[in-house]
């Protein structure tokens, strides 16, 4: 996916000479054919992610449009005061792509690990909050989103999804509508697993890639069954309850403790039972 | 001898403090000359304060937002008399300013250590679109505990950011806690370069503010919290952010107007 972002911010900035990037000191490799062309406006400025979004919004003030990025927990947790007060607050907007989540970092352990994000900033006001679950998505996300002026965040994973479906900002998409009394409302890449899991399954099935805004449309014509969240980070189930007077149950993360094991992206998916079987199993216990 | 605006500035803002029952008198009083410099100094237009060609202003810290208020407000900005709102519910000019809300203030602020990760990015978004417009950050000494300010002070140390200068307001408030000992050995070997002029010596600072220089440059503003009135330079801690009641304002307005400094 990252590759994805490299290849659209080509495409964009063929057009756009206020696009800046601004690297923590990751992708640079990737970007050098940016570097190459518009070395101007490509800044590896360092490991020092608050710092990446204070200039960046300084960088937007002047009606530049920044990508900042880096891995994802750096700039979003460490850097949650720069991203609420000198881009939300002040109203600089920029972009803001990370790049790992929630486990695309599984060997090196908790630090690397990242499942609050879309929680925590989606309660900023007026922030946009995307998580694209593969290229395509990033893709068409990112230019529709971009030179908004609003803040925009992406959340990247190295391990995206790769069912085509039409993307549009906001919108929700429903993959399965067969009128179960279960509906299963997912986001991101773990929607490889997820569609798999619900395929033999008297289930409907509900996928977001934007968490904020939330699609309330959508969530409204399935309010009358019971709704499952599946997903491998928190933000979705608390975008989706914003919705008054559903019954909807959290599967995913496990509950107040870290996903401290190392080895691969799949084996924690696996511990956590986010593996297809797992679904599965307990989408079965859930229809009986 | 402080001159008359001078004092004028600080009777404002004791008079405002009393009425709003807010403000932070002492490091207030330790900025009004380096704010005064910058708007008599350098590019901008009360009357167009989105003029394209300005240059910016930022305090970074942001408890000072009332000198900054009154220092405006004797350039035209606005009417003093709407800044004894200070602090009140529906004022637009709170204890640490709205960027929205305060027609020619930059950057809202307030927590320390941002506005000056702002103004890097500022300076480099003139530097990128080869503007010769400049940006003057003040910081505080005390402010300067976080860790941020050093990261910002090397990424602009990095870029050359000859546009940029850094005021560091050396009023001694680190003193209780975190102690910074010459500060300007510090911003030297972080690469910038580094002067130290009185901070209350407002043609020291406005000629420091338009010398050219080849990369980031450093003001260490060596300045006196409370400034002008014995009482809180020999008290500031406990004046920190006190509001003077109707006897101590007259005490305080008298040591300004008897002040020799």
Same mark, same amino acid.
């Given at each position: 996916m990252r590759r994805q972002f490299k290849d659209t911010v080509m495409g964009l900035s063929a057009g756009d000479d206020k696009l800046v990037m601004v690297l923590g000191d990751v992708s640079v490799y990737l970007f050098k054919e940016f570097q190459d062309k518009y070395p101007d406006r490509f800044y590896n400025m360092g490991i020092c992610e608050n710092t990446l979004i204070s200039v960046s919004a300084g960088l937007a003030s002047?009606?530049?449009?920044?990508?900042v990025h880096t891995i994802n927990p750096f700039l979003t947790e460490r850097s949650y005061e720069q991203i609420? %007060?000198?881009?939300? !607050?002040?109203?600089?907007?920029?972009?803001?792509? *990370?790049?790992?989540?929630?486990?695309d970092y599984a060997w090196d352990g908790a630090t690397h690990q990242s499942y609050t994000d879309l929680a925590i900033l989606r309660m900023l006001p007026d922030v946009e909050v995307i998580q694209p679950g593969s290229r395509k998505e990033l893709d068409v996300l990112l230019r529709s989103q971009y030179d908004n002026g609003k803040v925009t965040y992406y959340r990247l994973s190295d391990k995206p999804h790769t069912i085509d479906l039409p993307v549009k900002f906001g919108r929700a998409e429903i993959l399965k509508d067969c009128s179960g009394k279960v509906t299963v409302m997912t986001a991101g890449p773990i929607l490889g697993n997820v569609f798999e899991a619900c395929k033999d399954l008297q289930v409907n099935l509900v996928y977001f890639h934007t968490i904020k805004p939330i699609d309330k449309e959508i969530i409204e014509k399935f309010r009358n069954t019971d709704i499952v969240i599946i997903h491998d980070a928190f933000g979705l189930f608390e975008a989706v309850c914003e919705t008054a007077g559903l019954s909807a149950t959290y599967y995913g993360l496990p509950k107040d403790r870290f996903c401290d094991t190392y080895g691969t992206f799949e084996a924690i998916r696996e511990d956590i039972g986010l593996d297809v079987i797992s679904i599965k199993e307990m989408l079965r216990k859930k229809l009986l | 001898m402080m001159q008359p605006v001078f004092k004028d500035i600080r009777k404002d803002i004791l008079r405002i403090s009393k009425i709003s029952g807010h403000g932070h008198i002492p490091t207030c009083f330790?900025?009004?000359?380096?704010? !005064?410099?910058?708007?008599?100094?350098?590019?901008?237009?009360?009357?167009?304060?989105?003029?394209?060609?300005?240059?910016?202003?930022?305090?970074?810290?942001?408890?000072?937002?009332?000198?900054? !208020?009154?220092?405006?407000?004797?350039?035209?900005?606005?009417?003093?008399?709407?800044?004894?709102?200070?602090?009140?519910?529906?004022?637009?000019?709170?204890?640490?300013?709205?960027?929205?809300?305060?027609?020619?203030?930059?950057?809202? *602020?307030?927590?320390?250590?941002?506005?000056?990760?702002?103004?890097?990015?500022?300076?480099?978004?003139?530097?990128?679109?080869k503007s010769e417009r400049r940006v003057v950050v003040i910081i505080g000494d005390g402010e300067s505990n976080e860790g941020t300010v050093w990261e910002a002070i090397m990424v602009a140390v990095n870029l050359k950011l000859n546009n940029l200068k850094v005021v560091y307001d050396n009023n001694m408030s680190h003193r209780r806690g975190l102690q910074i000992c010459n500060p300007g050995d510090r911003f030297r070997s972080f690469g910038a370069e580094v002067v130290e002029v009185n901070g209350h010596d407002v043609e020291a600072l406005k000629s420091e503010y338009l010398a050219r220089h080849d990369t980031l440059k450093v003001i260490i503003a060596d300045t006196k919290k409370g400034f002008g009135c014995k009482t809180m330079?020999?008290?500031? !801690?406990?004046?920190?952010?006190?509001?003077?009641?109707?006897?101590?304002?007259?005490? %305080? %307005?008298?040591?300004?107007?008897? *002040?020799?400094?």
């Open positions: 002047q009606g530049f449009y920044p990508f609420k %007060l000198d881009m939300c !607050y002040n109203r600089f907007g920029g972009n803001i792509v *990370t790049c790992g989540a929630s486990f | 330790s900025v009004i000359e380096a704010i !005064y410099a910058f708007y008599e100094a350098m590019k901008h237009d009360p009357a167009n304060p989105s003029w394209d060609e300005r240059d910016i202003f930022i305090l970074s810290k942001g408890h000072a937002a009332l000198a900054q !208020y009154v220092v405006m407000s004797k350039f035209g900005y606005f009417d003093i008399k709407d800044v004894e709102t200070f602090g009140s519910f529906k004022s637009v000019f709170g204890c640490h300013a709205d960027r929205l809300k305060v027609r020619g203030v930059e950057a809202s *602020t307030g927590s320390l250590g941002h506005g000056i990760g702002l103004a890097v990015g500022m300076a480099l978004a003139f530097k990128i679109q330079i020999d008290n500031h !801690y406990e004046w920190h952010r006190r509001s003077p009641c109707e006897q101590e304002y007259e005490i %305080l %307005l008298r040591e300004l107007d008897e *002040t020799t400094v």
